[in-house]
């Protein structure tokens, strides 16, 4: 896989979990930040790419949730709920609650820092006076399909019977 992020006037960070060498990992981060290109903003830049290596988000905020994931997710919740056999005013304040806790699971923007377990990753990249762009994550091996063959086929196509 590949990903260019170009954020002109801010900083990229990188971040490789893991490194038998350096760039050299079974995990890896690219965070792109807007805001004042200095030290700071990239120091928060690699705390965020461990961040994301750590906690593995799906969508840097809420808009950017996958809708037909969004959707698989509201359906499993509502069976839960309705299989509780709550009235339907609880129900759907079971369904707001858990809606909530699944974009805390999937958005980083959303999500508890890692780094003080407190702060939400939002407050920490406001604070700094930063914005992020966009993150990408990389996991060795992440998108390899192997072919599905039949071991004993093969052998017999390679000798010939």
């Known amino acids: 896989r ?9 900083v ?8 038998l060498k350096p760039g050299l990992g079974k995990i890896g981060v690219l965070v792109g930040l807007s805001g004042n290109a200095n030290e700071a903003i990239e120091s928060l830049g ?11 988000p799906d969508a840097l905020s809420i808009a950017e949730v996958d809708p ?20 339907e005013a609880i129900i759907e304040k079971m369904m707001t609650g858990r809606i909530a806790k699944y974009y805390e699971d999937v958005v980083l923007l959303e999500q508890t820092w890692v780094i003080d377990g407190e702060s939400k990753v939002k ?3 406001e604070k700094a006076g930063a914005k992020i762009e966009r993150f990408v994550r990389f996991h060795l091996g992440e998108g390899i399909e ?14 010939g019977v």
Do not use: C, W
């Open 68 to 87: 037909a994931a969004l959707e698989r997710e509201k359906a499993v919740l509502s069976e839960q709920a309705r299989a509780s056999g709550k009235p």
């Open 146 to 159: 192997k072919e599905a063959s039949d071991f004993a086929a093969e052998v017999a196509a390679a000798a």
């Open 123 to 125: 407050a920490v990249v």
């Open 12 to 19: 990229v960070a990188g971040y490789v979990h893991g490194a």
């Open 46 to 56: 690699r705390q965020i790419g461990m961040h994301v290596a750590a906690t593995r």
């Open 2 to 10: 590949v990903a260019v992020i170009n954020i002109p006037g801010g």
